[in-house]
């Protein structure tokens, strides 16, 4: 019996045992869902709910979903999930739900999950929840820089804490978090498993691209220009003038890679946005500098995807690269190797490659030794396409391991009411 199946086989039983002694299945409520400009963070909650159907399978599970959350995504989830109750709305001041549905779920579970995200995103909607409702909650797989001493303490308060980067792990024990557990977690969004082969294929064979012919590479700026998204975001000055200064320092590597990997093998490039502003992002800083032998062979994505036809091509692809973090979460989750480029802006979310075994392909975008590996490294994944896949799968299983035995820690707190 391989690991993975004795630790999912472990979680089954002990949520049955603690089952029997209940006498009715656990009750969960998921706080997740937090912005839907981004594939990756869209990501997280069909993850965490992959990772509670396949571990938990006996619980009853709820999304509390952030106010954004739009039909087209929740269309989305519910082809995956069909049976998934979506509510959203928040907790007043007087402890009474703004909305009715939430009111009911409130009463309803026995235990509030705090979803994988980019830091621990609702706060304030666990705070309320503590507050008000009493019942117990965990947080899973989130990353930590810092926090005030009343979230540091309601960190504390949380049944376990699971960090999705080891560097957020020794940050919060740093800080004086004293949760019951606290462990490095991966993120959800390794789990999530949606899929529209559909459209993927349509794309892919209206732009000439074949199946394991071809790369995907993601560009970004150091800040995400979300003042070009969405209503009532101000121009952040400062921001904007980092990301003019460093965009053509971050995508000149990307542009050169491109061009080995057309020059130099028979694959194609696809050209492709994890948020809505990076296909603007891609054509200036990529697209509309590359040489016309190479751009002839690159396809440039014009129109944003969803989750589900962005992780269908990943899997039809020879492997990913760019800058990054949940795409390529997302593919090694699936088996498909991908390379990780982070810079000192971001969080310390990409240090997760050296966790789950995949050191070699994480590259700091500020360390020129680092980008001196990069060319070679991208085309291994094509000349040694075995090779990568191994490594990909190895870093798949660790983080397949790490998460059943996480989720029988969840298990067991949902169970213990």
Not at 129 to 158: N, Q
Not at 236 to 260: S, V, Y
Not at 310 to 327: C, V
Not at 349 to 365: A, P
């Amino acid at each position: 019996m391989k690991r993975r199946e004795f630790l999912g086989m472990l979680a089954a039983v002990l949520a049955a045992k603690s089952l029997r002694a209940a006498d009715r299945a656990p009750r969960i409520l998921l706080r997740s869902s937090w912005q839907v400009v981004n594939i990756g963070d869209i990501a997280h909650t069909p993850g965490v709910l992959a990772l509670l159907e396949r571990h938990l399978p006996n619980a009853e599970v709820r999304l509390w979903a952030s106010a954004d959350l739009s039909d087209e995504v929740a269309a989305m989830e519910h082809r995956r999930f069909p049976n998934l109750k979506i509510i959203k709305g928040t907790i007043g001041s007087n402890g009474r739900a703004s909305d009715p549905d939430l009111q009911e779920s409130l009463e309803w579970c026995d235990f509030l999950l705090h979803g994988s995200g980019p830091s621990f995103v609702a706060a304030k909607d666990v705070g309320a929840f503590v507050k008000h409702v009493g019942k117990p909650f965990g947080i899973y797989g989130i990353t930590y820089g810092g926090a005030d001493e009343t979230v540091r303490t309601l960190m504390s308060r949380a049944e376990f804490l699971y960090f999705r980067d080891s560097v957020s792990l020794e940050r919060a024990r740093a800080d004086g978090i004293t949760s019951k557990r606290m462990e490095f977690g991966p993120d959800g969004a390794f789990a999530c498993d949606l899929a529209n082969e559909d459209a993927a294929r349509t794309f892919l064979a209206a732009h000439g691209l074949e199946e394991r012919k071809f790369l995907c590479c993601i560009p970004r700026l150091r800040y995400t220009p979300y003042w070009l998204i969405r209503k009532n975001r101000p121009l952040d000055p400062e921001k904007d003038r980092r990301n003019r200064e460093m965009a053509e320092h971050d995508h000149a590597p990307l542009r050169d890679a491109i061009a080995t990997v057309v020059r130099e093998t028979d694959h194609r490039v696809l050209l492709c946005p994890e948020d809505m502003t990076q296909m603007a992002v891609g054509k200036e800083h990529v697209f509309d500098r590359l040489p016309a032998d190479v751009k002839n062979r690159v396809v440039w994505r014009e129109k944003y995807w969803l989750t589900d036809e962005a992780l269908s091509t990943y899997r039809l692809s020879s492997g990913l690269f760019g800058l990054e973090m949940h795409s390529p979460i997302m593919c090694i989750g699936n088996g498909i190797p991908a390379l990780v480029g982070r810079f000192e802006e971001q969080t310390s979310k990409g240090f997760m490659w050296r966790d789950i075994g995949l050191g070699e392909w994480l590259f700091n975008w500020d360390v020129p030794s680092d980008l001196a590996k990069l060319n070679e490294t991208v085309l291994s994944l094509i000349r040694e396409p075995d090779k990568a896949r191994d490594k990909a799968a190895a870093a798949r299983q660790r983080v397949a391991d790490l998460h059943a035995a996480s989720m029988a820690v969840v298990g067991k707190a949902a169970l213990r009411q």
